[in-house]
């Protein structure tokens, strides 16, 4: 029996974010000019985009008992996405983001994974995961949370569909180390940089080619300003983004990825997915974030 339409399992972070006059370097110091703090991590919120959109979704991962922790856990529970695939560690910090933006808008970026690198295969219920028809993947930075994702896999039914954002902390990894996920996976869904960097195609028609030869059923490759290619072999598709004024890209990718596994779900053509994956992601940049742009299923009427 399928509960879930999809079950996203990557990191939870909370991403802090602060304004500074300038990004300090080796003993300097600098000034904290405004701060804005928001949950994320990118299966969390393709997600969130899913369940917006009136899917029924849930989530494997792990928070630690702190307030960022909580938030986390809160803010899906807002959102409709379904937490009891969710691990709460006795010790150990939550997952955050720290970002220092300086007047020009360069940034630094500090990544504390925190418990998200703490997975073991004991802390996911194969159970919970296999009541949907979509498992989203998505990167861990720990080696150990990588080999629980590929445990799960190994004990996954035939009939749970697995997509894949490799980002590029798995696709930095190569193929070979990647190849049982990507060989497990009815979607990839990289952006063009990722796929160059997981194949060594510089092109990335050719790179969805040697995805396929894996066995994956469908690449979506995401293409920023110029939307996205799709292809399952048979059929491929070019899809121009959206013009719409760009506030900021923060989620791009993981709102495309909500819209095409949206298209999935509801048996649309491959077309007709990556054309809602731009759509759901041309919403996203309209807003500054990642989540809050992501648009509600009466929304998707403006695409008809
Ligand atoms: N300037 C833009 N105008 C319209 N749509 C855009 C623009 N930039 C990105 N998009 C949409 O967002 C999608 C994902 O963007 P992108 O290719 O940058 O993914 P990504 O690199 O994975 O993003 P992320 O940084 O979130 O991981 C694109 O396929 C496109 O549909
Ligand atoms: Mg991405």
């Not at 809160?74 to 300086?102: C, K, L, P, Y």
């Not at 990722?194 to 040697?210: C, I, N, R, S």
């Given at each position: 029996m399928t509960l879930f339409d999809a079950v996203g399992f990557g990191a939870l972070n909370v991403d802090k974010l602060f304004r500074v006059n300038r990004i300090a370097a080796a003993e300097q110091e600098s000034f904290i000019t405004g701060f804005e703090e928001a949950c994320g991590g990118s299966a969390a919120n393709t997600m969130v985009g899913l369940a917006r959109l009136g899917c029924r979704v849930g989530f494997v991962g792990k928070v630690a008992g702190d307030r960022e922790g909580n938030m986390l856990v809160?803010?899906?529970?807002?959102?409709?996405?379904?937490?009891?695939?969710?691990?709460?560690?006795?010790?150990?910090?939550?997952?955050?983001?720290?970002?220092?933006?300086?007047e020009k808008g360069e940034r630094a970026l500090y990544i504390d994974p925190g418990v998200n690198d703490t997975i073991e295969s004991r802390d996911i219920s194969a159970a919970y995961a296999l009541q949907a028809r979509f498992l989203h993947l998505t990167s861990f930075v720990g080696r150990k949370s990588f080999e629980a994702q590929k445990k799960l896999l190994q004990v996954l039914p035939k009939e749970v569909k697995v997509s894949l954002d490799p980002g590029a902390l798995y696709a930095g990894m190569g193929l070979n180390k990647l190849e049982s996920t990507i060989e497990r996976?009815?979607?990839?869904?990289?952006?063009?940089g990722?796929?160059?960097?997981?194949?060594?195609?510089?092109?990335?028609?050719?790179?969805?080619?040697?995805l396929l030869k894996k066995g994956v059923s469908i690449v979506a490759v995401k293409l920023a300003g110029k939307g996205c290619y799709v292809t399952d072999g048979k059929e491929s598709h070019h899809i121009e983004a959206f013009k719409v004024k760009v506030v900021d890209t923060t989620g791009a990718g993981d709102a495309f990825n909500a819209g095409f596994l949206y298209g999935l779900i509801n048996g649309k053509s491959l077309r007709e997915c990556g054309r809602i994956g731009n759509f759901v992601a041309s919403r996203c940049v309209m807003k500054m974030g990642a989540r809050a742009g992501l648009p509600h299923l009466k929304n998707l009427r403006l695409l008809s």
């Open positions: 809160e803010e899906f529970r807002r959102e409709g996405v379904d937490t009891n695939g969710i691990v709460q560690a006795e010790h150990g910090r939550s997952g955050t983001v720290m970002g220092f933006v300086d996976s009815f979607a990839v869904m990289p952006n063009a990722e796929l160059e960097l997981l194949t060594g195609k510089a092109d990335y028609q050719a790179g969805a080619k040697v």
